[in-house]
């Protein structure tokens, strides 16, 4: 009795000996592995061009608000490479290494993205309207905050899924049970991006009218993401649609999401990273025009001292007048040193002439 040889598949566009699990990243049979592969890669060799941009322009960033921001998009650029690797764990099939890869890294990476979109949209909010910005380290630590929430989350679910060592979960449990676990687990991402989207509303109110640009950004790319991640949710938990789809879905709304956020935050905010700091842009600093010592006057008459100077000037001057509408020379008296006085004319001028005497 000899033993059966044993057989090993193989697929078109594969090189031999490949396992099975890779098959879709070279088979031709499935070719929405290969183009989602292509798609992904560019676009995380473009998140990497990126990444080496920014550093690069940080020196020729004139705006002291935009160059608050850099760490924080710096933080988003590291996000968006996240997901599109990510991607490949989605058309690598599912198993006991790729399943708390999905599970863990799809929830952080999207709400580090987020995180760091709401954080210069609480910023933009107070721009627009001609308050005090928010400091670099603020921002950070507000895109940091918000992210580290899915985090906790996404441990405590998979220590108590796996209970620490059972990896292989995630492929025993049926495909809908899956499916609903994976959309739950995502439920505060969903609140980070409705959040943001209302937040980037908010920033469309105010009188300086330039950071509204920035605003525009982070609300198209909001509600693009919203209405991606409704359409991935939607077709996931649809019965009707067979369970090998599920990755496909997934893979393809990675893909969407991650290029939604290079072309309409990404690249409009790098063509305005470098432009000139525009006055407009902000609150006219007249404090130093303002007159500090001044008191305003009402009325008709023209107060110039109040009623304590003008006595406390008199009690000074002694025998000063005060003359409230001339100049500040004041009038005195003066005691006279001459008569300056004419001599009047007498009723009798004659009286003693020819030396008569009076009373002869």
């Not at 990896?167 to 959040?195: G, H, K, W």
């Not at 209405?227 to 649609?241: D, E, G, K, R, S």
């Not at 009402?298 to 100077?309: F, H, K, T, W």
């Not at 002694?318 to 004419?342: E, M, V």
Request: charged fraction near 15%; include cysteine; hydrophobic fraction near 45%.
């Amino acid at each position: 009795m000899t033993s059966a040889a044993p057989t090993t598949t193989t697929f078109r566009g594969c090189r031999e000996h490949l396992a099975p699990k890779y098959h879709r990243l070279c088979d031709m049979s499935e070719i929405w592995g290969i183009v989602l592969e292509a798609v992904a890669a560019l676009g995380a060799v473009t998140s990497v061009a990126f990444l080496l941009a920014l550093l690069i322009l940080i020196c020729k960033v004139q705006d002291s608000n935009k160059r608050k921001l850099l760490p924080t998009q710096f933080l988003f650029l590291l996000g968006v490479l996240g997901v599109f690797g990510l991607t490949f764990a989605f058309i690598i099939q599912l198993d006991k290494s790729t399943g708390p890869t999905r599970f863990f890294l799809f929830g952080v990476l999207f709400a580090l993205c987020f995180s760091c979109l709401l954080a210069h949209a609480f910023n933009l909010t107070k721009l627009v309207r001609g308050r005090r910005p928010l400091s670099l380290l603020v921002i950070l630590a507000l895109a940091v905050g918000f992210s580290l929430v899915q985090d906790i989350i996404a441990v405590e679910y998979m220590v108590l899924t796996m209970n620490r060592t059972h990896t292989e979960i995630f492929q025993e449990l049926p495909s809908p049970r899956r499916n609903e676990d994976f959309v739950l687990l995502l439920t505060y991402v969903i609140f980070l991006m409705a959040l943001t989207f209302l937040t980037s509303s908010f920033a469309f109110c105010g009188s300086f009218t330039g950071w509204k640009k920035h605003a525009a950004h982070i609300y198209l790319t909001t509600l693009l993401s919203i209405i991606i991640w409704a359409a991935w949710i939607t077709l996931l938990l649809i019965p009707a649609i067979e369970d090998r789809w599920d990755d496909t879905i997934l893979a393809s709304a990675l893909v969407a999401n991650g290029w939604v956020f290079l072309l309409t935050y990404v690249i409009p905010e790098f063509q305005l990273l470098t432009k000139q700091r525009n006055p407009t842009d902000y609150p006219v600093d007249d404090s130093f025009c303002k007159p500090q010592l001044m008191k305003q006057s009402y009325g008709v008459e023209n107060r110039a001292y109040s009623q304590e100077e003008v006595m406390h000037g008199l009690e000074d001057l002694g025998d000063t007048l005060y003359a409230p509408y001339s100049t500040h020379f004041q009038l005195q008296n003066r005691a006279s040193q001459k008569n300056f006085s004419i001599p009047r004319a007498q009723a009798s001028p004659y009286n003693n002439y020819e030396g008569r005497k009076e009373g002869s």
